[in-house]
C-alpha cells in the first residue's frame, strides 16, 4: 500500500516494520546530546505559491545563517491538515483551535534548527533568522489571502500567541474550562514551562 511513496527515489531509507521503541531509538541517534534547538511555526492555506515563496527564503536565510553558525542543522517541514481531518476535529462537538471545514486544506510550516549549545553567539543569530522568516513568509500570503492565524503548538516558539490564534471565542472559553477541571492550578504547578493560560 505504500508502493506510490516507496518508489521514490532516495538517498537513504530506514523504512521498516519495527517497534515504537526502536524507532525511539533510531530518532535519539539523531538529536544527540549537547545541542541546541529551536521551533516556530506558521499556519497557511493550501497553495503551492507560499510553499514555493517559503522554501525560498527559508533556504536563503539557511544559507547565510550557516555561514556564520557552521554547526547550524536547518530544517524546514510542511505538514498538511486536510478539511476532511479538520471535520472529524468536530465530530464530538466542537474544537477548541478555532479551526473550521470552511478553512479548507491548511499547511503547517514547521522550522527546527538545531545547532552546538557551546555556540552561544549563534543562538541569538539563529532565533533573529527564525523570527524574521515566519515574518517574510506571513507577508506574502496574507497579501494573497493564504494567510491562517492558526499557531500549533507543538511547533510554536514562546513568543508566539498561540491562544490568541484560536480566536477570541475560544480563548475566552479555555480559562473557564480551567477553573472547572483545575481550579487549584495543579497541571499549572507540575508542568515546568511550556505555554500556559495563565500563572
Do not use: C
Not at 477548541?96 to 479548507?104: E, F, H, N, S, V
Not at 549563534?122 to 496574507?142: F, G, M, N
Not at 475566552?172 to 511550556?194: C, N, S, T, W
Request: net charge negative; no cysteine; aromatic share 12%.
Amino acid at each position: 500500500m505504500f508502493d506510490n511513496f516507496t518508489s521514490i527515489p532516495s538517498i537513504f531509507s530506514t523504512t521498516r516494520i519495527t517497534t515504537l521503541l526502536d524507532l525511539t531509538e533510531e530518532i535519539k541517534a539523531f538529536q544527540p546530546p549537547g545541542a541546541r534547538e529551536i521551533f516556530i511555526t506558521a499556519t497557511f492555506k493550501n497553495d503551492k505559491q507560499p510553499m514555493s515563496d517559503i522554501y525560498h527564503i527559508w533556504h536563503e536565510a539557511a544559507e547565510s545563517a550557516h555561514k556564520r553558525a557552521p554547526s547550524l542543522q536547518p530544517s524546514i517541514t510542511f505538514q498538511a491538515v486536510t478539511a476532511n481531518v479538520i471535520r472529524r476535529f468536530a465530530r464530538n462537538g466542537s474544537n477548541a483551535l478555532g479551526i473550521k471545514p470552511g478553512d479548507g486544506n491548511l499547511i503547517l510550516m514547521d522550522l527546527a534548527w538545531s545547532w552546538a549549545a557551546n555556540d552561544t553567539e549563534a543562538e541569538v543569530d539563529v532565533i533573529a533568522t527564525v523570527q524574521k522568516i515566519v515574518v517574510d513568509s506571513v507577508v506574502p500570503a496574507t497579501s494573497r489571502g493564504l494567510n491562517h492565524r492558526y499557531i500549533y503548538q507543538n511547533y510554536a516558539y514562546i513568543s508566539q500567541p498561540v491562544f490568541d490564534s484560536y480566536g477570541p471565542e475560544n480563548k475566552a472559553r479555555l480559562p473557564e474550562i480551567q477553573e472547572k477541571y483545575d481550579p487549584d492550578k495543579v497541571f499549572v504547578g507540575l508542568q515546568p514551562g511550556y505555554f500556559k493560560l495563565r500563572p
